[in-house]
């Protein structure tokens, strides 16, 4: 096998990277054009019909990383039909999770207007936008399987041609759709569906060597013991990311409790905690991939040099963020904000930001690591660990210092995961040095 070096992390990164800025920049265009038609309603309908969507597809996002994780050792080990037959496995739950929203539509739109209720007007559009977007279900959730896997497979650059055309077909049939046919929030809806099902058949290419030759048969897609181990995996992943975003959504709603404009403050703040996330997931993504091939190989030099190599990266990554948060983060804020009170407020917690990435770097590349070697288990342990004692922190932080002990009790929730998950790191190697599998 190939050895494992600066630039070949570097090569897997850096697509990730790129790919990742894209999605921002969607949904700037659709709040844009829509904005063009010179009514709050169709903003409205198309910021919460989005939300919902996304919402029902992160349930579903464990496919991405479950199926990078096991294909991954799988290509370790040399087991080509294995590689394709998880791919089939991942993408038979997909279809079936996508057809089972479609079915399900109306209640859980239902249910979503009742948790976040709308204006007649702005709900009636979002129906209109979500009862297009829906049939979309299936390849969207289809997509986190052929991601998965290209990752798996260091293929990134792959992955970076795939966001690239949707994305840029959604932008082109935005501006046609809304603003050449006045298709409106429809329009909208029907440029992402479109984008969605040709991005399926451009996975179906990119992922074409995975149909050939009939690979996948030799790897039997429905082995009992093969799809055990994938649906306790990605139970373990499902269970962990409900946790994660708990305790975010829980800072969210102690945060309104500050005032608004701590409250303000705190979401313009959030955004440099995504700025990270979509910065230093390639390195995360390259460990996952190498210490998942590790694994497989069974070779637990490999894995640590896996484990080391992406975790330098993603420690550099993390000290030039943090620099950069630290002396242009007044600027950044001030291009999110224009509110005087908003502005003054977010300055007063960005120190938090600016050591934010280096304190979180150990959870998020261990994240990378776990899922390679699908130590989801621990991961999921790991995460109920770190729960626990941030509800601590936040009982303890939050009534002495107010907002900046809501900060604090956030670091000290990423802090536990990579004290938690490094403790149990040895298991990585030692599952390297015993895998069957």
Not at 171 to 191: E, P, R, S, T
Not at 220 to 231: E, G, K, N, S
Not at 257 to 270: E, I
Not at 320 to 339: E, S
Request: cysteine-free; aromatic content about 10%.
């Amino acid at each position: 096998m190939a050895e494992i070096t600066h630039r070949r992390v570097f090569n897997i990164a850096a697509p990730i990277v790129l790919s990742n800025a894209t999605v921002p920049i969607l949904g700037a265009v659709d709040t844009g054009v829509v904005g063009q038609l010179g009514q709050a309603a169709p903003i409205g309908a198309v910021g919460i019909g989005a939300v919902i969507l996304a919402s029902l597809y992160w349930i579903f996002g464990f496919l991405r990383m479950g199926t990078t994780g096991l294909v991954a050792q799988s290509a370790g080990e040399g087991d080509r039909g294995e590689v394709s037959a998880g791919l089939m496995r991942a993408l038979i739950i997909a279809v079936l999770a996508g057809l089972a929203l479609i079915v399900l539509q109306y209640p859980l739109f239902s249910l979503a207007f009742q948790i976040a209720p709308a204006s007649p007007e702005v709900e009636q559009l979002a129906r209109d936008y979500l009862g297009l977007r829906i049939w979309g279900a299936p390849a969207t959730i289809s997509l986190y399987a052929f991601t998965g896997w290209l990752i798996a497979l260091e293929r990134t650059r792959a992955v970076l041609v795939l966001q690239l055309w949707m994305n840029g077909l959604n932008v082109a049939l935005d501006l046609w759709f809304v603003l050449g046919l006045g298709l409106g929030v429809k329009g909208v809806a029907a440029a992402t569906l479109i984008a969605e099902w040709s991005g399926v058949l451009l996975a179906l290419w990119l992922a074409r060597e995975a149909f050939a030759g009939g690979l996948w048969r030799a790897g039997a897609i429905f082995d009992r013991a093969r799809l055990t181990q994938m649906a306790r995996v990605n139970t373990d992943i499902m269970i962990r990311s409900v946790l994660l975003q708990g305790s975010f959504t829980a800072f969210l709603f102690l945060g309104a409790g500050q005032g608004d404009a701590k409250l303000a403050a705190n979401q313009v703040l959030l955004q440099f905690l995504g700025i990270t996330a979509y910065a230093l997931d390639g390195f995360a993504f390259a460990a996952e991939s190498l210490v998942g091939q590790a694994v497989g190989a069974r070779s637990p030099t490999r894995l640590r040099r896996a484990a080391v190599v992406s975790s330098q990266w993603g420690v550099g990554g993390a000290a030039l963020l943090g620099l950069v948060f630290l002396l242009a983060g007044p600027a950044i804020i001030d291009t999110m904000t224009t509110a005087p009170e908003v502005r003054e407020t977010a300055r007063q917690y960005l120190p938090w930001l600016a050591v934010a990435p280096l304190i979180g770097i150990a959870s998020w590349m261990f994240d990378g690591i776990f899922i390679g070697a699908t130590l989801t288990r621990e991961m999921r342990n790991a995460m109920l660990a770190s729960v626990a004692v941030y509800v601590a922190a936040l009982a303890i932080l939050l009534p002495a210092f107010g907002n900046h002990g809501l900060w604090a009790a956030l670091m000290v929730l990423n802090a536990t995961r990579g004290l938690t998950m490094a403790r149990l790191y040895p298991r990585a190697e030692a599952k390297a040095a015993t895998s069957s599998w």
